[in-house]
């Protein structure tokens, strides 16, 4: 790939209109060298998925607090499997019960990180993620 820097899309879904943490990781992952577009807040699902498709993403960080990420996040990956963007790398962060991990994980969701997660870590686990992604994708 000629461009190997990771683009990275950080959306607030629904209604919520807290974004500090979500500003945080935007910032870190722009420190870090990623391409950051970030939405922010109330964006529907269509409007995520037209904008990863539009700015080409390599990840989208979902930041949710509201509670309603098992309502809107299988809409995310119906709309991003509908336009074939299936080796996009979607994280999620904010209030995730623990009792949802299991099902957000089963929707694709790659990685779940919750209040007092270290933007390093964050960082390296998007690394780490597109890397295998794209990896995946030259080898098929």
């Known amino acids: 790939m000629a461009n190997d820097v990771i ?8 209604l919520d209109g807290h974004d500090r943490g979500a500003k945080i990781i935007a910032r870190a992952l722009r420190d870090a060298g990623m391409e950051v577009i970030y939405t922010g807040i109330r964006q529907t699902p ?6 990863a498709l539009q700015e080409d993403v390599d990840a989208i960080g979902l930041s949710i607090l509201s509670g309603a990420h098992l309502d809107l996040f299988p809409q995310i990956f119906e709309g991003l499997k509908a336009n074939e963007m299936d080796n996009v790398v979607v994280v999620a962060g904010g209030i995730i019960p ?5 099902a957000l994980e089963s929707m694709g969701v790659r990685g779940i990180f ?5 933007t390093g870590e964050i960082v390296e686990f998007i690394r ?3 890397g295998g992604a794209r990896k995946a994708a ?3």
């Open 114 to 118: 919750g209040p007092g997660t270290s």
């Open 98 to 102: 623990e009792s949802d991990r299991e």
């Open 7 to 14: 683009r990275v899309l950080v959306a607030k879904p629904g």
């Open 46 to 51: 269509e409007m995520i998925v037209e904008t």
């Open 128 to 130: 780490d993620a597109v």
């Open 138 to 140: 030259a080898d098929s």
